[in-house]
């Protein structure tokens, strides 16, 4: 008896603490993986991360906005008009990292010149000191998120009554153990054709982009802090 006592005030306490955010993990939302590309947050909300890259062809003003801006409207407004489907942009510009990735963007050329046993080392150093004066390092990351608003209330009410039953005779390992049920199995069909028909208009629009998987994803998440 005693022994449940000090488990139930220990439990308060843990959730007093992610209340307040005294700890670092407090302010992450992420609960578990849905499938390869998919996260899933506490509350069951489903997001997928995707990496752009940049677009394959020189663009000027009037073409990007009547050939992408215009288009790429229509095919958000499609799904952003409705609850439920969200957008999350990230970009960061870091000049300290350029000289790092453009020497490594150039290592497959330095190996070869040294097994044709070139001697262009210091063609290589005079990029490496030039290039960052004219070019920068960028990332731009978009996010797909899906909640539960986009469920009808009889869709909520079997969502939960799915998730009782999952959860009847389960008992966690650990007090915060991931919780493998926190996904909502009706978003899912919903999530994917939102990030698939977007990623597709955007590649018609010769945008290139790359979807990541969730080790990839939460490695950026948390780099990026």
């Known amino acids: ?35 390869l590309t998919t996260l899933v947050t506490r509350d069951g909300s489903l997001l997928t991360l995707v990496r752009i890259e940049g677009i394959k062809s020189l663009t000027g003003q009037e073409t990007f906005v009547n050939k992408i801006v215009m288009p790429l409207n229509t095919s958000f407004g499609t799904y952003l008009e409705k609850k439920g489907h969200t957008m999350q942009f990230w970009f960061s510009y870091d000049p300290s990292k350029t000289k790092e990735v453009l020497k490594k963007m ?48 009889s869709e909520n009410k ?28 009706m978003l899912v069909e919903r999530h994917n054709t939102y990030v698939s028909s977007i990623v597709d208009e955007l590649r018609k629009r010769d945008i290139i982009l790359t979807p990541l998987n969730v080790q990839e994803a939460v490695r950026m998440a948390r780099t990026s802090i």
Do not use: H
């Open 106 to 153: 150039m290592e497959p050329n330095v190996n070869t010149c040294k097994r044709l046993d070139l001697d262009l080392e210091s063609l290589f150093e005079e990029k490496l000191e030039v290039l960052p004066d004219w070019c920068g390092y960028e990332e731009c990351y978009l996010t797909f998120w899906t909640d539960q608003k986009i469920l009808s209330k």
């Open 158 to 185: 079997e969502s939960s009554k799915n998730r009782s039953k999952a959860y009847k005779g389960v008992v966690a390992p650990m007090e915060d153990a991931q919780d493998p049920y926190a996904g909502n199995s």
């Open 1 to 35: 008896m005693f022994s449940a006592a000090v488990n139930g005030l220990d439990s308060i306490f843990m959730w007093l603490g992610s209340k307040l955010k005294q700890n670092l993990s407090d302010y992450s939302d992420l609960e578990t993986a849905q499938n």
